[in-house]
């Protein structure tokens, strides 16, 4: 009986011993690391964004996401650079539009490979959308909208223009250029702010099967009410960037200026109003701003505990209580449907304005072939400015640059 008892506490100390080998699952190994992203943002959106990388970083003290700044050009280029060298981040913030070179070159990471159905379908459709192509969810969006709209100071000018005569008159009245004050102004040189323009004298810059429509009537009275802006009406200033167009305003000494929605949230010491561009007088029709988003992009060589983290940072960052910090404070319509569905959009004067001028936009292609046709619109058409070359040429030149263009990509 002495020895039966030895042993069957024996047997029940190495059951013990066993028990938390057997009976309890190790903790599993927090995600740790750091991982990087590239942007462009604008000084007011960079402060929100690394307000809220902050607060995610308290939240998870093993991960640390690193951010770097570039121009939108720059972003565009570096991240091609380096990622073909395999040096690149490991995701990027960026226009809705660098979907289209980045799938073609095999860049990227499609959303829809690391996110389930369940968390795309929390997007507004039309957001999710700005990044498809050959089928599948390249980005996951941030902001609804990224379009260009007519921002005015109320205290200088009570009510915006309804079209373009009207804008003229009102703009001649605040002009000085020897006082260094104009009354209209926006980035003069950048052809995504001649595109809605075109659009309001009823061209666009591709057809069905993304070929360019760039040598047509409509681009000749566009690039020539452009011009005549600066040297006939003498309403904006002979270079003006978007920069200077920026400091104008912000200085009121320029009560409007034709602007994106990512800008509002620098203008919050003003008085400001928001507007469609006014209508074009000659033809009727309203000026037509690209509309897109910007997305969350993922390297091609995103994997493991990279990829885990990054994927953490994205479902923190687009919670519609955050995404809903980039309203307040910026002005800027929300990609997830719920926060797009709150009371404080509906009854904001800004965000109205914002979404009727969203609703006369139209999508921008997040096709290969739009690179083309912006490298083909900008050089002729800053001739143009330059008093270099005539309208007429500078569409014909915009048209075939733009085709043969077209013709190296597609191997053609």
Request: glycine fraction near 6%; charge should be negative; aromatic fraction near 10%.
């Amino acid at each position: 009986m002495k020895r039966f008892l030895v042993v069957l506490a024996v047997l029940s100390l190495v059951g013990l011993l066993l028990l938390p080998s057997i009976g309890c699952k190790p903790k599993a190994k927090p995600l740790e690391g750091k991982v990087t992203i590239w942007e462009q943002m604008d000084p007011a959106e960079l402060e929100v964004f690394k307000a809220l990388v902050a607060k995610f970083e308290i939240d998870n003290p093993t991960m640390k996401i690193e951010v770097t700044h570039y121009t939108n050009e720059e972003l565009r280029d570096q991240f091609q650079t380096a990622t073909l060298a395999g040096q690149g981040p490991d995701f990027i913030l960026a226009p809705n539009d660098f979907a289209g070179p980045f799938v073609t070159m095999k860049l990227l990471k499609s959303a829809d490979e690391i996110f389930d159905t369940a968390f795309l379908n929390l997007f507004v459709e039309s957001a999710l959308n700005s990044t498809k192509l050959t089928g599948k969810i390249w980005g996951i969006p941030d902001r609804n909208g990224n379009h260009l709209m007519l921002i005015y100071n109320k205290d200088m000018i009570p009510e915006p223009p309804k079209n373009t005569d009207e804008l003229i008159t009102i703009a001649q009245q605040f002009t000085d250029a020897k006082a260094g004050k104009y009354g209209f102004v926006f980035n003069l040189a950048e052809p995504f702010w001649l595109v809605p323009w075109f659009g309001g004298y009823g061209g666009w810059v591709m057809d069905e099967d993304n070929n360019p429509t760039l040598d047509t009537e409509a681009m000749v009275k566009t690039v020539k009410w452009l011009k005549d802006l600066k040297d006939t009406h003498k309403i904006v200033p002979p270079e003006c960037d978007y920069n200077l167009a920026d400091t104008l305003f912000k200085e009121q000494k320029a009560p409007m200026i034709i602007n994106g929605d990512w800008s509002l949230g620098g203008y919050g010491a003003l008085n400001m109003g928001v507007a469609r561009i006014p209508m074009v007088k000659e033809t009727g029709l309203w000026p037509s701003p690209m509309t897109s988003s910007k997305a969350y992009f993922f390297s091609k060589d995103l994997a493991g505990d990279k990829l885990a983290i990054v994927k953490k940072f994205i479902e923190f960052i687009t919670l519609s209580e955050n995404q809903m910090e980039f309203v307040r404070k910026l002005r800027i319509l929300p990609s997830k449907k719920d926060a797009a569905n709150l009371p404080e959009i509906a009854n904001d004067p800004i965000l109205k304005g914002s979404m009727d001028q969203m609703v006369v936009g139209k999508p921008m292609p997040v096709v290969p072939e739009m690179r083309a046709i912006w490298d083909s619109i900008r050089p002729h058409y800053e001739a143009v400015l330059a008093g270099i070359k005539t309208p007429e040429t500078a569409a014909t030149d915009m048209q075939s640059d733009a085709i043969k263009k077209i013709k190296e990509m597609r191997g053609e």
